[in-house]
């Protein structure tokens, strides 16, 4: 019997799911996209774009789909999409398995400040550097909006409004080598990096090339994980295809 899973997307991990679940003759497999990125990368399998109009919505959309099960493979910063997952997966009894990237964590030599919120970053900021390099990306530079330092950041498509006066922008997808984050930061003369903690590999190295350079880095905590009794948790795809052939 083949059976029909929904995994919900947007990450580098999702798109390894997808291509390890793909041929898989028990598996029939669905990624959701949110569709904030208008030219994301190829994706094996099915793949279906937008919202589904809040928890009610992917509840209705995973019982009119027959959906056996679901693997929320979103961002940990997409707090409103996992949240939703949890309770559609409550309201209509489809396993729900999270796949989350572990958090990074400081080594030595890393000077690091932890907030808990983009607004708490934006207040520490001033006193940390004159020309930080955000890498929040494009929906969170509102809360630097204010501040008068001399800003450059990155995301994959241009950055929403409002956004600092001084600002420049590269529009960038990772991953990002260690030698491109090195030159990076000395050509623009960063003097503090700010970045949510995303985990994982793609973006890592700038943590690095802020180590080698002494620099400074502002990371933001993760907001907490949404309430989901009964969730299992993983941190890997191939963790994630385990679960899944588990449920046959
Ligand atoms: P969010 O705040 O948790 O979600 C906002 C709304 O967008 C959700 O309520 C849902 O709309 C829709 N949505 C989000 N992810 C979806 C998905 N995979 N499929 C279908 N609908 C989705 O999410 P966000 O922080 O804006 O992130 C949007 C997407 O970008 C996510 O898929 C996430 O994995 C990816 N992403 C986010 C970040 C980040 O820093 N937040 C970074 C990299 C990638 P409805 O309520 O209408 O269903």
Do not use: Y
Not at 45 to 73: E, K, M, S, Y
Not at 114 to 127: M, R, V
Not at 175 to 184: I, K, M, Y
């Amino acid at each position: 019997m083949t059976r029909r899973v929904l995994v919900l997307g947007g990450t580098a991990e999702a798109r390894v799911l997808a291509g390890l679940l793909d041929g898989d003759p028990g598996l029939a497999v669905t990624t959701s996209l949110a569709g904030r990125t208008p030219q994301p990368g190829p994706l094996a399998g099915q793949v279906r774009t937008g919202g589904f109009g809040g928890a009610a919505g992917l509840a209705g959309w995973l019982r009119d789909q027959r959906a056996d099960a679901v693997v929320d493979a979103t961002h940990p910063f997409a707090a409103a999409i996992s949240a939703h997952a949890a309770q559609a997966a409550l309201a209509t009894g489809v396993p729900l398995l999270a796949l989350r990237r572990p958090g990074w964590s400081a080594g030595v030599g890393d000077r690091w400040h932890w907030a808990d919120s983009l607004a708490e970053a934006a207040a520490l900021l001033p006193a940390l550097g004159q020309r930080p390099f955000l890498t929040t990306g494009r929906q969170d530079l509102a809360a630097f909006a204010g501040l008068p330092l001399d800003f450059l950041a990155r995301s994959v498509t241009p950055p929403d409004p409002p956004l600092p006066a001084r600002l420049r922008v590269l529009l960038d997808r990772g991953p990002f080598t260690l030698d491109a984050e090195r030159a990076l930061l000395r050509e623009h003369r960063v003097d503090v990096l700010v970045t949510k903690d995303s985990g994982g590999q793609d973006t890592a190295a700038k943590l690095t090339a802020a180590r080698e350079a002494a620099l400074p880095v502002l990371i933001v905590r993760r907001p907490p994980p949404a309430p989901a009794p009964g969730v299992s948790t993983v941190t890997t795809p191939a963790a994630a295809v385990r679960w899944l052939r588990a449920l046959r």
